[in-house]
């Protein structure tokens, strides 16, 4: 452990700020052990759900439904609130993101027009 001498402050306080963020790093990261013990012992799949405006219970079990079939497990939908989003659904689950948002449609557009164009 480094000892520091005389008043110096800001190096007192960037210390426990530091010390701070490793004990929140290390409780994010139990946190995420957590979840995927519980994914594993109930053999379900958590989709995030990001919306511009939030979706009704049936929304999302229609959602869950789709997914399921999709990945051929038991999945829950969570739904994520984010006003930049215009319109459409953005979906996570595990490593794949399914964009079908109003951002993400132009962006492919985008793209197929610059491919077009070469």
């Given at each position: 452990m480094?000892?520091?001498s005389g008043n110096?402050?800001?190096?007192?306080?960037?210390?426990k700020?530091?010390?701070?963020?490793d004990?929140?790093?290390?409780?994010?990261?139990k946190a995420?052990e957590?979840?995927?013990?519980?994914?594993?012992?109930?053999?379900?799949?958590?989709?995030?759900?990001?919306?511009?405006?939030p979706?009704?219970?049936?929304?999302?079990?229609?959602?869950e439904?789709?997914?399921s079939?999709?990945?051929d497990?038991?999945?829950?939908?969570v739904?994520k609130?984010?006003k930049q989003?215009?319109?459409?659904l953005?979906?996570?689950?595990g490593?794949k993101?399914?964009?079908s948002?109003?951002a993400?449609?132009l962006?492919?557009?985008?793209?197929k027009?610059?491919?077009f164009n070469?």
């Amino acid at each position: 452990m480094v000892n520091y001498s005389g008043n110096n402050s800001k190096i007192k306080k960037l210390i426990k700020l530091l010390k701070r963020l490793d004990r929140q790093t290390k409780g994010e990261e139990k946190a995420l052990e957590a979840i995927n013990l519980w994914q594993k012992q109930n053999k379900t799949n958590i989709a995030t759900v990001i919306s511009a405006v939030p979706l009704s219970e049936d929304q999302l079990q229609t959602i869950e439904q789709q997914l399921s079939l999709m990945t051929d497990d038991k999945v829950l939908a969570v739904n994520k609130i984010d006003k930049q989003i215009l319109g459409g659904l953005k979906i996570i689950i595990g490593s794949k993101i399914i964009d079908s948002t109003l951002a993400g449609r132009l962006q492919q557009f985008e793209k197929k027009v610059r491919q077009f164009n070469d």
